[in-house]
């Protein structure tokens, strides 16, 4: 277990509406990135977030938004939903890049999000 | 896009060492090879990582060539439980590019 957790498992959603995922990183872990993994397919980086900050950002549209909190936990926004948006989503934590200035990242179990 | 090759699918008898290859002929000199694995439906697990010299941590170990231009992972004794797809991934400090990975299926 990699200490990331995800809430909600899984939820159903229809077009148009709005949807918030969360993430809890894993203690001592002060990064956390989002991916989205459609069905067959690798996952691909939404955006990143730092000391609550965005770090960087996938090929994704601004109706995808996030939050990260002073303990470093985040969320992950999504307007205006669309069926197409069906995917498990995933978070993953990492710590300061350090010595190697790369950082390794642990991911959570993901939220199954069904857009109808 | 992701910048290594791997084959599609591997089987592999349980018990047995599962060699899985990785090319990535464009690496950069600070660049990681870093693995992950999926099994079905759940997040991704990472494996281990390495910069040019052999690697070996308690899942697995990592082999580069020389000139890095490819690598192995291996685990050593596969048991039904390491079926799953794997992903071998060329990073800096950027974000994972997941690629289609090989579907490694091990087999009783």
């Known amino acids: 277990e990699t200490g990331v957790t995800q809430s909600p498992t899984h939820l159903i959603k229809t077009r148009g509406q709005q949807v918030t995922l969360r993430c809890s990183s894993q203690?001592?872990?002060?990064?956390v990135s989002w991916y989205q993994q459609a069905l067959g397919q690798g996952p691909q980086f939404i955006f990143q977030?730092?000391?609550?900050?965005?770090?960087g950002r996938g090929n994704f549209p601004p109706r995808f938004s996030g939050l990260q909190f002073p303990n470093y936990s985040s969320e992950l926004n999504v307007n205006a939903l669309e069926l197409d948006d069906s995917a498990l989503y995933l978070c993953a934590s990492s710590p300061a890049p350090g010595l190697q200035r790369v950082d390794t990242q642990y991911f959570g179990p993901g939220t199954r999000l069904t857009v109808l | 896009d992701a910048k290594t090759t791997q084959p599609t699918s591997m089987d592999c008898a349980e018990g047995r060492a599962a060699n899985l290859p990785c090319n990535h002929s464009?690496?950069?000199?600070?660049?990681?090879v870093y693995w992950y694995r999926q099994i079905h439906s759940q997040g991704p697990q990472y494996i281990i990582h390495g910069l040019k010299n052999n690697e070996t941590n308690e899942m697995a170990s990592l082999i580069i060539t020389e000139d890095r231009k490819s690598s192995t992972l291996i685990l050593p004794h596969a048991t039904l439980r390491d079926t799953a797809v794997y992903y071998c991934i060329v990073r800096g400090n950027t974000p994972l590019v997941f690629g289609k990975g090989t579907r490694l299926s091990v087999i009783a």
């Open positions: 203690s001592g872990h002060n990064t």
């Open positions: 977030y730092y000391r609550e900050e965005e770090n």
């Open positions: 464009t690496i950069s000199g600070n660049e990681y």
